[in-house]
T-cell receptor, first 114, second 112 residues
Framework: DGGITQSPKYLFRKEGQNVTLSCEQNLNHDAMYWYRQDPGQGLRLIYYSQIVNDFQKGDIAEGYSVSREKKESFPLTVTSAQKNPTAFYLC?????????????FGSGTRLTVV | GESVGLHLPTLSVQEGDNSIINCAYSNSASDYFIWYKQESGKGPQFIIDIRSNMDKRQGQRVTVLLNKTVKHLSLQIAATQPGDSAVYFCAEFGGSQGNLIFGKGTKLSVKP
């Protein structure tokens, strides 16, 4: 079955560490997105990529970095510069330019600073 | 823009009642709208969509109404069940970059 997979489901980070969250999709979608969700709040866009080898900053990109070397993969690195990284991170993909505009979401990664 | 620390509005309904969740969208040029359901600890799931050339669309137990005059979208859930308890987000599409713009969300709690 086609879908989007995030791993790990839970991740713990020590102060000063960089951690990388994985996002893989086999939907053949060109576009991929990373969102941050804090408890009781909505979705905030971190980074997005419309095509391989290209990505754009979203609303809250500071302290994060991404790469898009393959169509299927869009990993997010939470760097030590992100001072408050504890949150629920959601990856999504879509097929812009088609009749289907909706995003397909992964099941999320919960990151906690210890 | 979104305010950090602003918590989601909450709607509490009795099991079996109908629920109405409202959303105000921002861009009068938006031509496609989606409702998502997010259960605790999971990613959002597509519920129903509607294009701007329609004012109503029905699915199984759900109806979306679109009022373009006042830029208002609503989701009606018939005979609400405990499994409907979740956060519901509306999203609009119509930006030049092709990104969906998400609303703040509403938390629906169903009392047995």
């Amino acid at each position: 079955d086609g879908g989007i997979t995030q791993s790990p489901k839970y991740l713990f980070r020590k102060e000063g560490q960089n951690v990388t969250l994985s996002c893989e999709q086999n939907l053949n979608h060109d576009a991929m997105y990373w969102y941050r969700q804090d408890p009781g709040q909505g979705l905030r866009l971190i980074y997005y990529s419309q095509i391989v080898n290209d990505f754009q900053k979203g609303d809250i990109a500071e302290g994060y970095s991404v790469s898009r070397e393959k169509k299927e993969s869009f990993p997010l690195t939470v760097t030590s510069a992100q001072k408050n990284p504890t949150a629920f991170y959601l990856c999504a993909s879509s097929a812009p330019g088609t009749a289907v505009y909706g995003y397909t979401f992964g099941s999320g990664t919960r990151l906690t600073v210890v | 823009g979104e305010s950090v620390g602003l918590h989601l509005p909450t709607l509490s309904v009795q099991e079996g009642d109908n629920s109405i969740i409202n959303c105000a969208y921002s861009n009068s040029a938006s031509d496609y709208f989606i409702w998502y359901k997010q259960e605790s600890g999971k990613g959002p799931q597509f519920i129903i969509d509607i294009r701007s050339n329609m004012d109503k669309r029905q699915g199984q137990r759900v109806t979306v109404l679109l009022n373009k005059t006042v830029k208002h979208l609503s989701l009606q859930i018939a005979a609400t069940q405990p499994g409907d308890s979740a956060v519901y987000f509306c999203a609009e599409f119509g930006g030049s970059q092709g990104n969906l713009i998400f609303g703040k969300g509403t938390k629906l709690s169903v009392k047995p």
